[in-house]
């Protein structure tokens, strides 16, 4: 069964908590995004251990593997996005289709150890990204090309809320 498109504009993470993971934009250090990707690749290990990890528990919702998936490339995407902000000024970010690229690249036949390797890697890259910053960093900007503006700092709480919300989103679907 197809997937049904996900079309919300999530940016409201930053100004009020995640009512179904729990999510809060403002409750940690920017400076702790570093370890809170690690902390999520660890979690994605975990999951993509399970045997059952290319099952979907729900036919309309992704499987740990396609979530997982979806988290790699999210961590590849705002490395490439947080190099643009570090060196232009106030880049718009190229549009990409989540879903599209899920079908395109085939999520759901990936093989599960390699995710593990391939997220491990994009998220100690992306991770090592934010611990670099310096003091004067967190203040550039960038936006999309719907009109949403960043600070670096405004963009890592948002970015992290990802890879955490779909840890949720697979613990839940599993019951």
């Known amino acids: ?5 996900d079309t919300k504009d999530w940016t409201w993470v930053l100004d009020r908590p995640c009512p179904e993971c729990g999510f809060e934009a403002a409750a940690f250090e920017r400076t702790d995004v570093g370890a809170m990707i690690r902390a999520s690749v660890r979690e994605w290990e975990r999951l993509l251990s399970d045997p059952g990890a290319r099952d979907r528990s729900v036919p309309d919702r992704w499987s740990a593997l396609e979530y997982a ?45 390699v995710v593990a390797a391939e997220l491990a890697a994009a998220g100690e890259a992306l991770a090592a990204s934010f611990d670099a ?14 009109g949403a503006s960043f600070t670096v700092e405004s963009f890592a709480r948002y970015f992290v809320h990802d890879p955490i919300h779909h840890v949720h989103d697979v613990e839940t679907a599993a019951g």
């Open 133 to 146: 910053l310096g003091k004067d960093q967190w203040t550039r900007t960038g936006r999309r090309s719907d």
């Open 1 to 5: 069964m197809a997937i049904e498109p």
């Open 69 to 113: 998936c979806h988290v790699r490339d999210v961590f590849r995407l705002y490395d490439d996005r947080l190099v643009l902000m570090l060196t232009d000024d106030d880049p718009e970010f190229a549009n990409w289709d989540q879903d599209a690229t899920a079908v395109a690249d085939r999520y759901g036949e990936q093989a599960p150890v």
